[in-house]
Structures are given as structure tokens and as C-alpha cells.
């Protein structure tokens, strides 16, 4: 067995799961959701080809392998804590590590290239990494956080995870200039009318579901996976599109474009750095959420830098 193909990460939610032999109670014990539990627990019965948990009327009871697992599992884990606990503090002038962070190229451009300056000039062996948010985020939840260092994100489509609040934008629309539907207002009933670009699974946006409670549903003709192409998607069209006022004011001079208020009160957005309740403890990743709270107080509450 090779042990780098393995995340280690499972061996915490193999002892939850038959310690508690109850996913929602495994998960509340972890920090995980119910979902992100549910997931580990048909990882490990992949990699051990054993049903681990077997259902027994109304209630689970530890497959013969799980009986096996559970005691090694607990001596295990006791193993791993003494192990990375022994570390020495993280020394960012001379520690030499990659931190991968997933999150979508709106927090990059807003967030992440100030922190990868900080990360430049206090870490200089140190690498950050950032990988595109990927569609099954919800779904996926627990396994991308346990595979990762943290994800950007704002509050209101995860949760359940600890996280390290960070700054506040506002949102805001593109309309293209040649757009002659729309005058120096946008109106509700022009939202419900006019075609969308919209970015990944717009639904998943507070701010949009806020639309629904409205009463306007979004009519979507191009669905993108960058927020950075949607200026491109409505210049020299009469569709709109729903972004964020920070990377607004950064593209606004890349596109033929407006940037126009909502013709309602938006939800304001709350981004936020979830990380795995692994990482709690960890010194690098202590160091890691303390850097990114400088980065965010640079940024203020609102407007750019």
C-alpha cells in the first residue's frame, strides 16, 4: 500500500463513523455535514470493498472488517495527533510549503493577488495555488476542505464548516452601452424581461434567490464559468448580468459596459475562507487565516483598494 495515494484526512471520519455508527452524528462530531459525511462514508467503503456500517432494522452495526477497524482506527488517530502536534511552529521567513485554496476567479482577482503579494513579501518559499471552484462544491463539500487548505467563498451557499469571515462587496449589474432597452435605471420588470449571462449555478447566489422572493426568475441564455467573461458576454448585446462591484470596477474599462444598481435592495455578499476543522490547530494554516485577515482589513468594507 502506497500511502501517499491515501488521504489521511478519512481516517478521522472512519473512527467518527464506527465510533457513532450513525453518519449524522459522525458528522456533527467532525464538523462535517451530513452529505460530506455520507460521502466519506462511500470513499472508505470503496478503498475497503466492506459495507463497514451494515443496516440492522432501524439502526447500523459494524460489519466483522469494521469491528477489526474500529480499535486499530482509535490507535491510529492517537498516532497522527501526537505526530503533527510535535511540529514546530510555522516559521514563514524560511517554511517552504503549497497552500491550495479553491476558489473562483472573482475572489482571485479581488482577494488573492493581494494575499499572494503578502504570501511574496513575509513567505518567500511558500506557493499558493488556487483551483477553480468546481460546480459540485455543495455536494462535494467535505472532500474538496479535507484535500485542500481552504475554500473562498461567500456565506450563504456552504456552511457547516469553520470559517474566517473577511471582507463585504455589493452587487451590482453590466449592462452593454449599446444596450437601448435600458436608460439610467434598471427596472424590475426589466430583469424578468431581459436575457441573463449568469456565472456556474446562479441559483446557488443569495443574491438571486432574493430575486425569486421578488418574484423574478432570471431568464439565462449563456451560463459561463468565470466571472471575468461576463462583461465580454454583454457588450454589444441587450442581455445583463449580475456581478460583483469590486471585480466591476476592476474590469470596467476592458468591455463596452455599465455598471448599474440593482433596482432593488441586494443582498449585500460576505466573503469568507472555509477551511476544514482539521486544519484548527494547524500552525501553518494559523498563520495562513491570520494572513488573510491583514489582506482583508486592507480591502475596508467596501469599494476597492
Known sequence: MNLSSLDLNLVVALRALLEERNVTRAGQRVGLSQPAMSAALSRLRRHFDDDLLARTGAHYELTALGQVLMERTSTACDLLERLFSSQ???????????????????????????????????????????????????????????????????????????????????????VAETNTEVGDHLTRAQLAQLPWVTYQRTYDAPAVRQLGMLGIEPRVEISVDSFAMLPFMVAGTNRIALVQKRLAELMGSLSDVRVMEPPYEAVPLREALWWHPLHRHDSSHIWLRQAALRVAAELGESGTR
Request: hydrophobic fraction near 45%; aromatic fraction near 10%.
Open 88 to 174: 514546530a511552529d510555522f516559521d514563514p521567513a524560511t517554511e517552504s510549503r503549497t497552500f491550495t485554496l479553491i476558489a473562483s476567479d472573482y475572489a482571485v482577482a479581488v482577494f488573492g493577488a493581494a494575499l499572494g503579494r503578502l504570501v511574496h513579501a513575509e513567505a518567500p518559499h511558500v506557493r499558493l495555488r488556487f483551483s477553480q471552484t468546481p460546480t459540485t462544491v455543495v455536494e462535494d463539500l467535505g472532500v474538496l476542505l479535507s484535500t485542500t487548505d481552504g475554500l473562498l467563498m461567500p456565506h450563504g451557499v456552504v456552511g457547516d464548516v469553520p470559517r474566517t469571515d473577511l471582507f463585504r462587496d455589493e452587487w451590482v449589474f453590466l
